[in-house]
């Protein structure tokens, strides 16, 4: 091999290191840049997102990764805020809610005290555990609507027996049902299955019969059927009832907390049940929707059959 090939094979040599060179100097100048700006997002409120104008595929891909991780921490970072405001704006307004029987519990106690007739005390007796149960139910549904509410709050979902789930839950609270001389008329089709979570639609029931029982004028039907649509199968569930004259509720409005159709609160309630069911059917990857229709107020839930 002559001088003249061994001076182009290095001078190609050269030529090929220092094209590396530049590369490698190029991609850590871009590598210095994203980190600079991803350490300026870290320590200063800004909407910024990191930019990359380079032509490595590489480390495009990483910044839209960073860039990713960004969007995700922000918008929880946005709907953890949210949530404390949430929780701020439940303990306000249901220490009306708490303080109001808590009251009341006061007053029945010194009357009580002050009376010297057992009849008379036993129905004061009556009207405070009345009282006290109303004030530990309004306490465990915010427990509970504070737990639903957190953001890292999920259900296991699984093949679910919704007929018996249904059935069992009306029929635990039959008590209650003929305290409220209401006889509901029930129409369960047998052995239907969804995808839900055992624990979470029961206690979508209850707080259902709750609702009817505190609100409800009459006429309650429990109703479960399945139900094709748009070449999709569901298990659709669905309570209603008649409501009284000076509780009519806004079916708009009903899943907001705190809402209440009876602004007189002549009844104990925290208005959070059926916002309560509303995260748990979502929670499940259902649907809920209200509707008022000739006086009859009536809430239907889907879920997803298998």
Do not use: W
């Amino acid at each position: 091999m002559n001088n003249l090939a061994m001076e182009i094979i290095l001078i190609v040599l050269v030529v090929i290191l220092v094209g590396l060179i530049l590369i490698i100097f190029n991609m850590y100048s871009q590598i210095r840049s994203i980190r600079k700006q991803v350490n300026f997002i870290a320590h200063n409120e800004t909407n910024k997102r990191v930019t990359f104008y380079g032509k490595s595929r590489g480390i495009k891909k990483l910044a839209l990764d960073i860039n990713e991780v960004i969007d995700y921490y922000r918008a929880r970072e946005k709907e953890m805020k949210k949530q404390d405001e949430e929780m701020k704006d439940t303990l306000t307004n249901m220490s009306h809610d708490i303080r109001t029987p808590l009251t009341s519990l006061k007053g029945y106690f010194d009357l009580m005290g002050e009376s010297s007739d057992p009849a008379e005390q036993e129905r004061y007796r009556g009207i405070i555990t009345e009282r006290i149960d109303a004030l530990g139910e309004i306490l465990e549904m915010m427990f509970f609507y504070t737990k639903v509410s957190n953001i890292d709050y999920k259900v296991e979902v699984e093949k679910i027996d919704v007929s018996e789930i249904y059935l069992n839950t009306l029929l635990s609270y039959y008590d209650d049902f003929e305290k409220a001389g209401l006889a509901p008329e029930v129409d369960i089709k047998p052995n239907l299955c969804a995808l839900g979570n055992s624990q979470s639609l029961r206690r979508i029931v209850q707080n259902l019969i709750k609702n009817c029982l505190v609100h409800g004028g009459g006429n309650v039907k429990a109703l479960l059927e399945p139900v094709e649509e748009d070449g999709k199968s569901y298990v659709e569930l669905s309570i209603s009832n008649d409501i009284r004259e000076d509780d009519v509720p806004d079916p708009d409005r009903v899943f907001d907390r705190f809402y209440k159709a009876d602004t007189s609160r002549h009844v104990p309630s925290s208005g959070i049940g059926l916002s309560v069911v509303k995260k748990l059917v979502d929670s499940m990857k259902g649907s809920v929707r209200a509707e008022l229709n000739d006086k009859v107020f009536s809430i239907t839930i889907r879920l997803n059959r298998l």
